[in-house]
């Protein structure tokens, strides 16, 4: 628990491992602190409601977990609305396996219509840090040598539209 805690991890594969409930509550006390774990595979531990509850809890804190498997932990309506809640203020989780449990199917639709949301949220963030990288590349490369500084100028100021359109767009 320690290194996970240290942040040094950057996968935790504890498939089958007898976490249960208990488990799942310490392992969610050291991912508050975890920066760097991005993939989590706790399937077939039977953490039950309440280890979902914990580990949404973490997640909630913990925005660099992209993929975590709960599969087949028997989690049921309960503990997959912690996860829904949890979703909805972390968006970088991208995926959740979670077959083999006992969640009714609209709240299954909810962690799967928050998932694509995260995706597209994942992907706007990603154009737009590479729309802002190109902006700042071409304000200072020979910005004031004459004609080039016409350019780089105009550029940017096409970047910009494109960037202001593009957050506009994903409000």
Request: net charge neutral.
């Given at each position: 628990m320690?290194?996970?805690?240290?942040?040094?991890?950057k996968e935790i594969n504890l498939n089958s491992a007898y976490v249960e409930e208990n488990g799942a509550k310490y392992l969610a006390s050291a991912m508050k602190e975890n920066k760097s774990t991005t993939w989590m595979d706790l399937g077939s531990n039977n953490i039950g409601d309440e280890?979902?509850?914990?580990?949404?809890?973490?997640m909630k804190e913990n925005k660099s977990i992209t993929t975590i498997y709960l599969d087949d932990n028997?989690?049921?309506?309960?503990?997959?609305k912690y996860l829904v809640e949890a979703m909805k203020e972390n968006?970088?989780?991208t995926t959740?396996?979670?077959?083999g449990n006992n969640i009714r199917f609209g709240t299954l639709n909810e962690i799967e219509l928050l998932m694509e949301r995260n995706?597209?949220?994942l992907e706007r963030r990603r154009v737009l840090k590479a729309l802002l990288s190109c902006l700042s590349s071409?304000?200072?490369?020979?910005?004031?040598?004459g004609d080039s500084f016409e350019r780089n100028y105009l550029f940017d100021l096409n970047v910009l539209r494109v960037v202001i359109a593009f957050i506009g767009a994903n409000k």
């Open positions: 320690k290194d996970i805690k240290g942040g040094n991890v280890g979902a509850k914990h580990l949404a809890s973490a028997d989690i049921g309506d309960e503990g997959a968006m970088s989780t959740i396996y979670i077959a995706k597209g949220f071409t304000s200072t490369n020979g910005a004031f040598n």
